[in-house]
């Protein structure tokens, strides 16, 4: 679950994804009593370079998670307030469809001091997508699989992400992060990561970008190679219309030797 990712009923918005070649696109809807609806409309599937495509969509005109899954990758966005759910996307069985085969997945729920708040198995949505309502509304950590995401609500941006957070780098693959804090990509994340794992950034990450929605301009850092200086050194939180948000980043991890093993980043606020 994106939690800055938050648009009003109605809106019309880009929905971006990594593609090394253009695919499909599927836009599904979960209300409030989590039922799952397909509201795929027709669309275009735009590339715009750098391995990158986005498609231009109107989101429905009521409360709900939408859940979109562009060249086989999610993206998962409250529109307007609705029921606070957590959301997981499981590949393997979005790929099975049409003869769909649901997994059994489990997940776990902590406090910041390790007690455990709740755990089961996920509820099947439908179409690949899975997820629970957590039982208490309280800054949390949920885990599903590899996947630790922290829980803050009611979902203030500044708060986002509680007072800190963890992010599973996996070695060789694109992911989409976001860091909530006041810093540019090179001093918040790249630099830091070399700090926490002793391992120099250019040996770990391949390039981190963005697009700026508020400059309507991509923005990509090539560690060992972009200028701190530039304008591609972008900042990991910026203010748009009065608004604080919080830059979502395509993240490309290097094949790193030094081990087999994800590689951890730790963030606080």
Sequence with gaps: MQH????????????????????????????????IVDITPVANIMSIGQDLCKV?????????????????RPVIIRVGNPRVRYVFFSRATYDSM?????????????????????????????????????????????????????????????????????????????????IPVDDNVYDGFLSKLHTQ????????????SCYRGDQNKFLSFVPGITNQDSIHNFPLTYTDDDNLEIVAMWVKCKQWIHTADDVVFKWEI
């Design 98 to 178: 049409p003869n769909v085969v649901e997994e059994s997945i489990p997940y776990s729920r902590i406090d910041p001091i390790g007690n455990l708040l709740e755990a089961g198995n996920l509820r099947v949505y439908g179409f690949g997508f899975y997820g629970f309502v957590p039982l208490e509304h309280i800054f949390s950590i949920i885990r599903v699989k590899h996947l630790l995401t922290p829980l803050a609500v009611p979902y203030d941006v500044n708060k986002a992400c509680g007072n800190d957070g963890t992010i599973l780098l996996q070695r060789g693959v694109w992911q989409m992060i976001a």
């Design 4 to 35: 800055n990712s938050m648009k009003q009923p109605g809106e019309n918005i880009d929905v971006f994804s990594y593609a090394t070649n253009i695919g499909t696109f599927n836009m599904y809807m979960i209300n409030d009593a989590g039922v």
């Design 197 to 208: 794992t002793g391992i120099p950034a250019t040996d770990l990450i391949e390039v981190v």
């Design 56 to 72: 231009n969509v109107t989101l429905p005109d009521e409360e709900c998670i939408v859940c979109f899954v562009l060249n086989g």
